[in-house]
């Protein structure tokens, strides 16, 4: 029985190997991985409601496969979509398996020390309002981000209120307030070295971390 669970989350991962119409990405790193995820549960818990353990695992193995497919395919539009609109406007954008991660430098989002949105990136936030909108099966957390100069304490108030910002203009773009987990990370989690000018540049940010709803 277990072999043929194994067997049946490789068909299904194997099967779907294709090229992604909407992003021109392999589906190995993007559905594919929810369709195995999903065939491996379904055939195990198919084989273990089923009196006949082979055809439950069959069964199981095929139904969690369309179903863990269906959220990498949620995501694939949703990242398209957002690769799309938000090209030129200097928007960092990475898929993982489960959710997107959209990077906003703080050059572009908000003047030095300010938690005012910049009136030119409202265009983009826009943008990020209408996908959003869109599919709007999924939670919005929105993340603050500073360098390591000055207090801690002036950091995390800082980046706190850049993410409450943000968060506010899209839910002032129709974006409903109840999908949204806001947090101010201070100088936590940079993305690269503080030491130099153009290091600390990068880490003033903020991003937005799209998640489907199971």
């Known amino acids: 029985m277990k072999k043929l669970a194994v067997f049946t989350a490789a068909t ?46 069959l069964v199981g193995g095929l139904a969690g496969a369309a179903i863990g497919g269906g959220v990498g395919y949620y995501l694939d539009v949703q990242e398209a979509e957002l690769r799309q609109e938000l090209a030129s406007t200097g928007v960092g954008i990475e898929r993982t398996n489960d959710s997107i991660r959209l990077i906003m430098p703080g050059n572009i989002t908000f003047n030095t020390d300010s938690a005012n949105i910049s009136a030119g990136f409202y265009p ?67 993305i690269a070295s503080n030491d130099t000018a153009a290091g600390r540049a990068q880490n003033r940010r903020v991003e937005i971390k799209i998640i489907p709803n199971k």
């Open 12 to 57: 299904a991962m194997l099967a779907a190997c294709t090229t992604n119409p909407y992003t021109g990405q392999s589906q190995t790193a993007k559905s594919v991985w929810g369709t195995g995820i999903g065939a491996a549960a379904g055939a195990a818990t198919g084989a273990l409601v089923s009196k006949n353990h082979a055809a439950g695992a």
């Open 124 to 190: 983009t936030l826009n943008s990020v309002a209408k996908v959003l909108n869109k599919y709007d099966n999924s939670t919005v957390m929105v993340l603050g981000y500073t360098d390591s100069t000055g207090s801690a304490e002036y950091n995390q108030t800082l980046s706190r209120n850049r993410a409450n910002a943000v968060a506010a203009y899209l839910q002032g773009q129709g974006v409903k307030a109840s999908r949204f987990e806001v947090m101010g990370m201070g100088p936590s989690n940079p």
